[in-house]
């Protein structure tokens, strides 16, 4: 079963950026939707952004205008690149499908925006 693996967080200063990165455990191909994921402390987890096999994407209206979703390749099917990033959008960030599997879930990657 595939998992995946996030990374490219960090901690920036409202109104930076950052480009997060997903790492596939097997070769998926490019036929199926990916999301980006977020949970930030003391709440459920949201779809940010999920992008499906033909290209079309769909946001969160909170990151509208910041953040975009790409594809990658099979075995890094999906980046979030962020910009203007505010306070609340503190959270971990997660890759998955875009109808998300439980099993599929990883670590997460941490995304701190503060002054």
């Known amino acids: 079963q595939v998992q995946f693996v996030e990374s490219g967080g960090g901690s920036v200063q409202p109104g930076g950026s950052l480009r997060l990165s997903c790492a596939a455990s097997?070769?998926?191909?490019?036929?199926?939707?990916m999301g980006w994921y977020r949970q930030a402390p003391g709440k459920e987890r949201e779809l940010v952004a999920r992008i499906v096999s033909g290209g079309t994407t769909i946001y969160a209206e909170s990151v509208k205008g910041r953040f975009t979703i790409s594809r990658g390749n099979a075995k890094n099917p999906v980046y979030l690149q962020m910009n203007s990033l505010k306070p609340e959008d503190t959270a971990v960030y997660y890759c998955?499908?875009?109808?998300?599997?439980?099993?599929?879930w990883g670590p997460g990657t941490q995304v701190t925006v503060s002054a």
């Open positions: 097997l070769n998926i191909g490019s036929m199926y939707a």
């Open positions: 998955n499908f875009g109808t998300a599997i439980a099993g599929a």
